[in-house]
């Protein structure tokens, strides 16, 4: 089970981080991310990291975001600094087992099994 909190709202050149509670499996064992939903768009990868650590990130958020995992406290994290109202958003938690060799670097979301509900996140200018 995911379960994200930390959104909230914020001005344009804020921060904030997002929080991404696992139960049920360690997060370190399964490929981890991040991605988002604008209303009427698909949804789109933000940032991901693997098992091993390496992560990737959309070009949108490169430099300004950062994810990164605590898996002794089964959390996944996502920093985003100088943010903009372009990144208002419902924001994702999603997991998926490494399947196969470079899965972990996919910003897909049809290539991830499991999801949190989602936590807001709204940008104002």
């Known amino acids: 089970q995911l379960v994200e909190s930390g959104g909230g709202s914020v001005q344009a050149g804020g921060s904030l981080r997002l929080s991404c509670g696992a139960s049920?499996?360690?997060?370190?064992?399964?490929?981890m991310g991040w991605f988002r939903q604008f209303p009427g768009k698909q949804r789109e990868g933000v940032a991901v990291?693997?098992?091993?650590?390496?992560?990737n990130y959309a070009a949108s958020v490169k430099g300004r975001f950062s994810i990164s995992q605590d898996s002794s406290m089964h959390t996944l994290y996502l920093h985003m600094n100088n943010l903009k109202p372009e990144d208002s958003a419902m924001y994702y938690c999603?997991?998926?087992?490494?399947?196969?060799?470079?899965?972990?670097?996919?910003?897909?979301?049809?290539?991830?099994?499991?999801w949190g509900p989602g936590t807001q996140v709204t940008v104002s200018s």
């Open positions: 049920g499996f360690i997060p370190s064992r399964y490929c």
């Open positions: 999603a997991a998926t087992t490494p399947r196969y060799r470079g899965l972990c670097r996919s910003l897909i979301p049809q290539n991830y099994e499991y």
């Open positions: 990291i693997a098992n091993d650590g390496s992560t």
